[in-house]
C-alpha cells in the first residue's frame, strides 16, 4: 500500500516541514507517540486519530481513500453543507472540520464552529471557521446552527445526539470503538464496543422519535477503511 504519488522520501520531507511547524505545540508524550508510531502507520488506510490528522495535514492522500474525505462525500449525499455546521470532538488538529470549512469556501458558502478542548492551536485554518477550545456540554447553545457533525467524538457522543434531536437539528456521527458509558448498574463488568453501539442506536432512535427529528440512518464507511463503526445520521 503506498500514498498516493508520494516517495518514502517525500513523506519524510513533509514529516520534516509537519514537525517544525507543529512539535512544540504537542504534549511532549502525545508527540513521542506521533513520532514512534509515524512509520507503522502511514500507508494504513486509517490509524488513529491523531496520526490521521498528521497525515492529513501533511496532505498525504491514501491510494485507497482518504478518510475525512469519506465521510465528507457521505455527508453531501445526505445534507446540504453550505449551512452552520457545529463539529463536535474535532481533534488535536481539526483535519475533518478543516477539509469540510474548504469545501464551503469553494461553494462560497456555510461556516464551521467546532469544540474541541485539546486542540494543539487554537487559531483557525480559514476564515469561515470559529473555534472553541472546550468542551462541548449540554449548557452549550446550538440553536444558531443547522447541521451537528461528529468523527469518533468519543465520550461527547451521547450528549451530541441528545442535543441533536433536542433542538431538531441534522446530525452525522460517525461513532468511535470505544465504550463510554456512565451507567453505575455497569461498573465494573466488560461492556463490548457493540454493546456501547447498540445502547446509543436505541437511545438515538427513542430521541429522534421523541422529538420528531426525522428518520434514523445507519451507515457505514467502504470496508477498504477497515473501520465498521455505524455512522448515525436523520433524514427528514
Ligand atoms: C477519537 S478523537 C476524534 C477526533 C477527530 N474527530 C478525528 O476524527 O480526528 C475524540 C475527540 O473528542 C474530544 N472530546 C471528547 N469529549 C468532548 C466534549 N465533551 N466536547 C468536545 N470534544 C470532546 C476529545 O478531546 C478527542 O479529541
Not at 502525545?30 to 491523531?50: G, H, K, R, S
Not at 482518504?66 to 453550505?82: L, M, T, V, W
Not at 452552520?84 to 469540510?100: Q, Y
Not at 480559514?126 to 444558531?144: A, G, R
Request: proline residues 4%; hydrophobic residues 35%; negative net charge.
Amino acid at each position: 500500500m503506498a500514498k498516493k504519488g508520494f516517495s518514502e522520501e517525500q513523506i519524510a520531507k513533509r514529516f520534516n516541514l509537519f514537525k517544525e511547524k507543529y512539535q512544540q505545540l504537542y504534549p511532549e508524550d502525545l508527540w513521542e507517540y506521533i513520532e514512534e508510531n509515524f512509520w507503522l502507520y502511514v500507508f494504513q488506510t486509517c490509524a488513529p486519530d491523531v496520526l490521521m490528522q498528521v497525515y492529513t495535514e501533511m496532505g498525504l492522500v491514501h491510494e485507497n481513500g482518504d478518510f475525512y474525505a469519506a465521510h465528507i462525500s457521505k455527508i453531501k449525499e445526505r445534507f446540504n453543507i453550505g449551512c452552520n455546521i457545529i463539529d463536535i470532538g474535532s481533534g488535536i488538529i481539526p483535519s475533518f472540520a478543516n477539509k469540510l470549512a474548504y469545501e464551503q469556501l469553494k461553494i462560497n458558502k456555510g461556516t464551521i464552529t467546532i469544540y474541541e478542548p485539546l486542540l494543539v492551536d487554537a487559531k483557525a485554518k480559514y476564515p469561515n471557521m470559529t473555534i472553541h477550545k472546550e468542551d462541548f456540554t449540554q449548557k452549550t447553545d446550538i440553536t444558531k446552527f443547522d447541521l451537528v457533525t461528529g468523527i469518533m467524538p468519543c465520550e461527547a457522543t451521547e450528549t451530541i445526539i441528545e442535543q441533536a434531536c433536542r433542538y431538531q437539528k441534522d446530525f452525522y456521527i460517525a461513532m468511535c470503538g470505544c465504550v463510554h458509558l456512565a451507567m453505575p448498574s455497569y461498573y465494573g463488568s466488560y461492556i463490548s464496543p457493540e454493546y456501547y453501539q447498540n445502547y446509543i442506536i436505541d437511545k438515538t432512535k427513542r430521541l429522534i422519535k421523541e422529538f420528531n427529528n426525522g428518520e434514523l440512518e445507519i451507515d457505514y464507511l467502504d470496508s477498504n477503511f477497515a473501520i465498521d463503526y455505524p455512522i448515525l445520521s436523520n433524514r427528514r
